[in-house]
């Protein structure tokens, strides 16, 4: 029986400029940088929030792949992190440039912005109950 998500792909141009952005900026969590043996470069990195489901960031490894950096899902939303201090991380994210194409909100179910990431695939900021900032 499937009883967890644990990790999603991610697939990104460079794999130092992605951890740059997804650890120096969105300020997650590197929690593995191995280089693969034979691989061509290739390496196993994944990040996480600390809590949930961690990010491989996967290079892209042929035209097809790199057509999809940044649009992984036409268009939508593709990742949804939430905060416990919507109004802190908001700041946060404004304050080091992050692109925000919508918000802040409030929503039934929280405060939202939506942001771009580094490739242009957009985020919900989330945070549950609390202001809009």
Known sequence: M??????????VRDYDEAIDWYVGVLGLTLLEDTPLPGAD????????????ASIV???????????????????RVFLF?????????????TAAGVCLVE??????????????DLYGNKWDLIGRGGDVG
């Not at 992190?81 to 994210?93: Q, S």
């Not at 918000?103 to 771009?116: D, I, K, Q, T």
């Open 2 to 11: 499937i009883r967890a998500l644990r990790s999603i792909a991610l697939v």
């Open 41 to 52: 470069g290739k390496r196993w990195v994944v990040v996480s929030p600390g809590s949930g």
């Open 57 to 75: 960031l996967a290079r892209a490894a042929n035209e097809a792949q790199a057509a999809r950096i940044g649009d992984q899902t036409g268009g």
């Open 81 to 93: 992190v939430e905060t416990d201090d919507f109004a802190a991380d908001f700041a946060r994210l």
């Open 103 to 116: 918000g802040p909100r409030h929503e039934a179910y929280g405060s939202v912005a939506v942001f771009l």
